[in-house]
């Protein structure tokens, strides 16, 4: 059973920074590739950032070098630095982790920008 455990989420000013956090557990290898997607009221859930064993990296159109994603594979953590953040980003973030080509979620944390 796979578990993913997310945690840093919480209010911040506009202009802020947040570092989020997801480790995973179980029935899973080091390498496998993770990332976070957010879900804003109303919208879409969309892809933040995801991060390949190797370190390889995607982005977010929106995320226009704000954002950082990096990971730990001996921890099998991703974890998600948030500089600059706007109300726009408001969300609730969603850790995944990629197994045999199917998505595993966590239970999301909630980003709230305002002042």
């Known amino acids: 059973q796979v578990q993913l455990v997310e945690s840093g989420g919480g209010l911040v000013q506009p202009g802020g920074s947040l570092r989020l956090s997801c480790a995973a557990s179980?029935?899973?290898?080091?390498?496998?590739?993770m990332g976070w997607y957010r879900q804003a009221p109303g919208k879409g859930r969309e892809l933040v950032a995801g991060?390949?064993?190797?370190?390889?990296?995607d982005y977010g159109d929106f995320v226009k070098g704000r954002f950082t994603i990096s990971r730990d594979n001996a921890k099998k953590t991703v974890y998600l630095q948030m500089n600059s953040l706007s109300p726009e980003d408001t969300a609730v973030y969603y850790c995944?982790?990629?197994?045999?080509?199917?998505?595993?979620w966590g239970k999301g944390t909630l980003v709230t920008v305002s002042s």
């Open positions: 179980g029935s899973i290898f080091s390498g496998n590739p």
């Open positions: 995944y982790i990629l197994i045999d080509f199917r998505n595993y």
């Open positions: 991060i390949a064993s190797s370190g390889m990296t």
